[in-house]
């Protein structure tokens, strides 16, 4: 059973414009949620968080969106450089609430960014 | 310099035989991971320890074994009660208390059986 699913296997984008990826999850306790970057034969690269009393979250290009009620966040990337051509792992916890110091992964998005 | 440290990176297995990979970190954190990837199926939790001399199973901790007698290790055995073995695994590892951190990855072993 999929508690963290991102239904996008591949993303392909202009360099210069957004990149959007998505991310689903059925858990209504997950109240912490990450992305991670990861180049092949490489360990993931933590990105960008955002707790569940947030509903956006900046840092430079990446912004991280959450909505609730929707049990949805997305990950945007503007501009788009050839660089962030990866695959991109979202990731949640429910630690708060469980006490249970885990993170589950979804399947992962390749984006690959057009020059 | 911090961090996190997998050896080997690359592992052959004969069928039928246990190996032991490693994970080392000197991050001081209290929590560790060990995850496996698969293509099209995303990092899929095996074992997590919050504290030494403590481990949970993860979702497909059939076939592994672990052990945390060490804050800084958590070495992974992959037995040969593993149908799959072959497959890339990364090690991880967080701060303990308090929520809302985020975990920090090795470099990964890839284990191929042969």
């Known amino acids: 059973d999929q508690q963290v699913k991102q239904n996008s296997p591949s993303l392909s984008v202009q360099e210069g414009r957004i990149s959007i990826l998505n991310c689903d999850y059925t858990?209504?306790?997950?109240?912490?949620f990450l992305w991670y970057k990861k180049y092949p034969a490489e360990g993931p690269t933590f990105l960008i968080s955002?707790?569940?009393?947030?509903d956006k979250n900046e840092d430079g290009r990446f912004t991280v969106f959450l909505n609730k009620s929707a049990k949805h966040l997305s990950l945007h990337i503007v501009p788009s450089q050839p660089g962030d051509s990866a695959v991109y792992f979202c990731?949640?916890?429910?630690?708060?609430?469980?006490?249970?110091?885990?993170?589950?992964f979804g399947t992962g998005t390749r984006l690959k960014v057009l020059a | 310099d911090g961090g996190i440290t997998q050896s080997p990176k690359y592992l052959f297995r004969k069928e039928g035989q246990n190996v032991t990979l490693s994970c080392e970190q000197n991050l001081n954190h209290d929590a560790m991971y060990w995850y496996r990837q698969d293509p099209g199926q995303g990092l899929r939790l095996i074992y997590y320890?919050?504290?030494?001399?403590?481990?949970q199973k993860g979702d497909i901790a059939e076939g592994y074994s672990v052990s945390r007698e060490k804050k800084e290790s958590f070495p992974l055995t992959v037995t040969s009660a593993q149908k799959n073995p072959t497959a890339f695994y990364l090690c991880?590892?967080?701060?303990?208390?308090?929520?809302?951190?985020?975990?920090?990855f090795g470099q990964g072993t890839r284990l191929t059986v042969v």
């Open positions: 991880a590892s967080s701060i303990l208390p308090g929520a809302n951190t985020e975990a920090f």
């Open positions: 990731a949640a916890s429910d630690v708060r609430i469980s006490g249970t110091y885990k993170y589950i």
């Open positions: 955002i707790s569940s009393i947030k």
């Open positions: 320890s919050q504290i030494v001399n403590d481990f």
């Open positions: 858990n209504s306790m997950f109240d912490y």
